[in-house]
């Protein structure tokens, strides 16, 4: 044994270490049954029986009427914009991951940075009308961690100024208001299946669609624009899902709802206890009858004795991962940081939530243990 470590540094050899997610797979003996039945079938892709059966089920699951699945939540930003062949400028939020802006790049659009309002995070509406110009064509906000923006604002300034509205709903799996699924608001929505969300299909996504119509253009989009073996109406792209993912999905499915329940206690089990610590601020829910505890962010006040960064670094040197999502913002970024609404002046709350905020772990195989040592951890770093 290294005699020169520390009694605290050997405590921590023991320590597993907790990352901010892990995946959620089903048991793969109920996987491997589709794995035969693709071997023996030999369609491993456009828009093969698996594909067909996860719209189905997702739909219905989901309680929307019409669904294209994708190969990833990126490309399907990428393809709702060119499914409303959206040009000249839209508004958006920097507070999310980098894809929502970098799909606005891929087709040519300006991002216009509106700042958040405060108890959500998301877009906030009174702030929109000031960044409409003549160019302005769309708005894609973004359900941050899930808690659904609004979109009752949202719209009617879209329906004012005759602007589509192209949600991207990576965080929103399963999330549900008064009026039912969250995803059934604006033109489109665009949700991720990536190994970290709620629902995964190990890469993949899907477009929530209004009707069949748009469905169809949006099927031909991605699969390169073919409408039939001789027809190509649109530069589209390959975005298609594989049967592989799409048979993963249904499986996955079949346990979505006990993961959801798990998640929900965890985000209880961190209120009830984070509220006995200073400093730390919970996010508060959202206006969700049905939440799905995608993310838990919380805020590290000035009254916190550690700094957000620091209470980071604490964390990690516990083998606690947690992670400051969304720092940077997206107007930070070199590709953005020169538009004129990337300005910091211009998006005060956001740029101060970026600095304030730590995703804390869940995910449906964190122990109450793990979530009592991270509540405990962060508890004795403020000491
Ligand atoms: C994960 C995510 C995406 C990208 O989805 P992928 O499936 O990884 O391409 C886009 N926007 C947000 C807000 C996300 O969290």
Request: charged share 20%; hydrophobic share 40%.
């Amino acid at each position: 044994m290294n005699a020169s470590l520390s009694a605290e540094s050997l405590s921590d050899l023991a320590l597993e270490r907790i990352y901010v997610t892990q995946p959620h797979l089903a048991p793969l003996e109920e996987f491997l049954p589709y794995l035969r039945e693709i071997w023996d079938r030999k369609i491993l892709s456009n828009g093969g029986p698996f594909h067909e059966q996860l719209e189905q089920a997702l739909c219905e699951y989901l309680g929307v009427e019409h669904l294209a699945l994708m190969s990833n939540g990126t490309l399907g930003l990428v393809t709702a914009l060119q499914a409303h062949r959206i040009a000249g400028e839209v508004i958006t939020t920097p507070y999310s991951f980098v894809a929502t802006a970098h799909s606005l790049l891929w087709n040519g659009v300006q991002p216009v940075f509106v700042d958040v309002e405060p108890t959500t995070l998301n877009l906030d509406p009174t702030k929109i009308e000031a960044a409409i110009t003549p160019q302005t064509t769309a708005i894609m906000p973004v359900h941050c961690y899930g808690h659904p923006c609004d979109v009752a604002a949202i719209q009617r300034i879209a329906d004012n100024y005759n602007l589509k509205v192209i949600y991207d709903a990576a965080h929103a799996f399963g999330v549900e208001t008064a009026s039912g699924s969250v995803l059934k608001h604006g033109d489109l929505s665009v949700m991720s299946f990536h190994a970290t969300k709620v629902f995964n299909t190990f890469e993949g996504g899907a477009i929530v669609c209004p009707d069949a119509r748009t469905k169809q253009r949006i099927d031909h989009l991605k699969n390169f624009g073919f409408v039939d073996e001789t027809t190509v109406v649109a530069s589209g792209i390959n975005g298609k899902m594989s049967e592989i993912n799409a048979a993963f999905g249904l499986a996955q499915l079949r346990h979505v709802d006990a993961a959801l329940a798990r998640r929900r206690e965890i985000d209880e089990m961190y209120r009830t206890t984070l509220s006995h610590v200073p400093g730390i601020r919970c996010l508060s829910k959202g206006t969700e009858t049905v939440a799905n505890c995608s993310y838990f962010p919380v805020l590290v006040e000035a009254d916190f004795p550690l700094s957000r960064d620091a209470l980071y670094e604490y964390l990690r040197k516990h083998e606690i991962y947690a992670r400051r999502y969304f720092y940077p913002l997206i107007s930070d970024f070199p590709m953005y940081r020169n538009l004129p609404s990337a300005n910091r002046a211009n998006l005060p709350v956001a740029s101060e939530a970026a600095l304030k905020v730590l995703c804390l772990p869940i995910y449906p195989a964190l122990s109450d243990m793990d979530v009592v040592r991270v509540v405990e951890t962060i508890a004795h770093a403020g000491r």
